[in-house]
């Protein structure tokens, strides 16, 4: 079983996916595994996301996850769907015991140091920063990571390809998660990998 820091290290970028049409899954995965992002996060705002999950879970050298799982039974699902990992908007003592119990990877959503800190009560240290930018942007990552040595995050919310080297330079963040990988619309998957290629050229 991997690890939330292994599942952050493998590519710099997170592609956060909101994909409507199941037909669309494995193309789609297929493209950004193409230009070098492993780590997919497969939002549940769409229907049909399950069946985009247990798709894209078949895609070779494809790390599949949920994104905006927001209980219990949102990560059941998820995990018998095929994600290997559960990112959350925010932080619940619920969530992070469901994500204990099914013994999967969480990487749940703060904003502030108390989330932080109930976090830390909880036994975790990787955090999803969000919303990133509407949250105070670097200024309020920088400050809010200053108190909290042994913390590490991934930035998501606002950030595009020309923002995210910016993000990756601090040092407590092992990789940012954004939506500009995968514009909404039919996929462009040309576009698609040459928008991976140029998201996992950035350094971690
Ligand atoms: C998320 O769920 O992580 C965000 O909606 C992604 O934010 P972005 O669309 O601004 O990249």
């Known amino acids: 079983m991997a690890t939330i820091e292994d599942i952050m290290t493998l590519s710099p970028v997170i592609p956060v996916l909101v994909i409507h049409d199941p037909a669309h899954a ?4 297929e493209a950004l595994v193409a230009g070098g992002l492993r ?11 399950l069946d985009v999950i247990a798709e894209m879970a078949k895609v070779e050298g494809a790390v599949v996850g949920a994104g905006t799982v927001l209980n219990r039974a949102d990560l059941d699902a998820s995990v018998r769907a095929g994600a ?6 925010g932080l619940t003592t619920p969530l992070a015991h469901a994500a204990r119990d099914a013994d999967v990877p969480l990487l ?16 975790l240290t990787r955090f999803k ?4 930018e509407a949250s105070g942007g670097i200024a309020a ?3 809010l990571s200053a108190p909290f040595g042994q913390v590490r995050f991934c930035p998501t919310g606002g950030i595009r390809q020309d923002t995210a080297a910016n993000w990756l330079a601090l040092p407590s963040v092992l990789c940012v998660g954004g939506s500009w990988l995968v514009p909404s619309g039919t996929p462009d998957l040309a576009d698609i990998t040459a928008r991976a290629r140029a998201a996992a050229a950035l350094a971690a």
């Open 129 to 132: 920063f969000f919303p990133a």
């Open 108 to 123: 749940p959503g703060i904003a502030n140091a108390g989330d932080i800190m109930r976090g830390l009560d909880l036994g």
């Open 26 to 29: 494995r193309p789609v995965a």
């Open 84 to 89: 290997r990992f559960i990112v959350s908007p």
């Open 141 to 143: 990552l920088k400050a």
């Open 39 to 49: 780590t997919l996060e497969v939002t549940l705002r769409t229907e049909s996301a």
